[in-house]
């Protein structure tokens, strides 16, 4: 007869996450990259007849700014097994690692002396997750830091929510709805109200301040980029996004779509 019950590693398979390493000197090359770039080539592939298409500049632009930080940055798939304690970290997997190799070696005393070196490791291991728990419940001025500490005891783990996928034609879509609520107004009167509004009026010093508080903390959005990017590099970044910011110019297309995305986006993150 088997067994009912099965071990939680035979049961459960391995998670495998990938993260983005930043190595060492990447936002410095990102500034030198940023900074030599010629961003009215952008500009220039996206005019046609004097006017710019502002979904293809934004598109452009994002693209490449997106590629360089995938140049200078690195993927790293980390396993993760069911049954993995909290604390393992590097050390202790190099101790395990050492001390399989010196019972393969089938020498008494290098195994005896990987067995000990094991235990300091893990006894320190244990030691420094027990004291990086308990620093999230040194200050009561900082809440966030608390709520992870409580996730950390409770072993709370987020749903995986599935990214969705957003349409192009999305705000359009929805600039046509709730204009179907107003249909009493007539055209004229509408068309009217946009000629009065004052065309919008953005500084490069400003935008650059407005990149400068991008949260890091905060995962990509819809342009892909990541907030560290945003604001590592507003200073290179700023006229670039000042130049896409501004709708109101008569030389330039602006149907709906990536654009207005991606502007929200930003907006949203800032």
Not at 65 to 86: E, M
Not at 122 to 145: C, E, G, V
Request: glycine letters at 4%; one cysteine or more; proline letters at 6%.
């Amino acid at each position: 007869m088997k067994p009912t019950y099965r071990q939680l590693l035979k049961r459960v398979r391995a998670t495998v996450r990938t993260v983005g390493v930043w190595p060492e000197g990447a936002e410095s090359v990102l500034h030198d990259c940023f900074q030599c770039t010629d961003w009215e080539m952008f500009r220039s592939a996206a005019t046609t007849d004097s006017l710019v298409d502002i979904n293809e500049y934004t598109t452009s632009v994002t693209g490449f700014i997106r590629k360089c930080v995938d140049d200078v940055t690195q993927t790293k798939q980390i396993p993760t097994l069911p049954n993995q304690k909290p604390w393992m970290n590097t050390d202790v997997r190099s101790l395990l690692k050492a001390r399989d190799a010196a019972f393969k070696s089938g020498n008494s005393e290098e195994l005896k002396t990987a067995r000990h070196n094991l235990k300091v490791g893990i006894r320190a291991a244990k030691h420094k997750y027990s004291s990086q728990t308990a620093a999230h419940f040194n200050t009561n001025s900082d809440p966030r830091r608390m709520w992870q500490g409580i996730q950390v005891i409770t072993d709370y783990k987020s749903k995986v929510s599935t990214p969705v996928t957003i349409d192009a034609a999305l705000p359009a879509d929805l600039n046509n709805f709730y204009a179907s609520a107003q249909a009493q107004y007539s055209n004229t009167a509408l068309f009217h109200t946009m000629e009065e509004e004052p065309p919008l009026i953005l500084a490069t010093d400003e935008v650059r301040r407005a990149l400068m508080r991008v949260s890091t903390r905060t995962a990509a959005g819809l342009d892909g980029i990541p907030g560290r990017v945003l604001k590592a590099c507003a200073s290179q970044l700023a006229s670039a996004f000042t130049d896409i910011f501004i709708p109101d110019n008569p030389h330039r297309t602006q149907p709906p779509g990536q654009h207005q995305l991606i502007c929200e986006d930003v907006v949203y993150r800032l």
